[in-house]
């Protein structure tokens, strides 16, 4: 189970940190993801870190914004957001994927979902 947190309302230039907290299963070895999906848009990919934190990448629209991270300790990854902008406005859904050649995109390459937060942008 994939317990998704940390969304909120916010202002143009703030920040928020998202965790999801894995349970019930060893996803240690798994890839963990963030993806989002805005009112009327597809899902779109935002981060993804591999298995162990062996690497990790960023969609291009957050790159020096947005940062992943996972913490084997507390089961347990993180994104933590900054300068956040209107057009950040969705629900965050963590993910978990058990590709581990490459660092997962797709929503179809994650196999566990977490329940979804909302971040809200404001002008």
């Known amino acids: 189970q994939l317990q998704a947190s940390g969304g909120g309302s916010v202002h143009t230039g703030g920040a928020l940190r998202l965790s999801c907290v894995v349970s019930?299963?060893?996803?240690?070895?798994?890839?963990m993801g963030w993806l989002r999906q805005a009112p009327g848009k597809e899902r779109e990919f935002v981060a993804a870190?591999?298995?162990?934190?062996?690497?990790?990448i960023e969609a291009d629209f957050v790159k020096g914004r947005f940062t992943i991270s996972r913490f084997m300790t507390n089961n347990t990854a993180y994104l933590q957001m900054s300068s956040l902008k209107p057009e950040d406005t969705a629900i965050y859904y963590c993910?978990?994927?058990?590709?581990?050649?490459?660092?997962?995109?797709?929503?179809?390459?994650?196999?566990?979902w977490g329940q979804g937060t909302q971040v809200t942008v404001s002008s």
């Open positions: 993910a978990a994927s058990r590709v581990s050649a490459t660092i997962p995109r797709p929503s179809y390459e994650y196999e566990y």
């Open positions: 019930g299963r060893d996803l240690s070895s798994y890839s």
């Open positions: 870190i591999r298995g162990g934190g062996r690497g990790s």
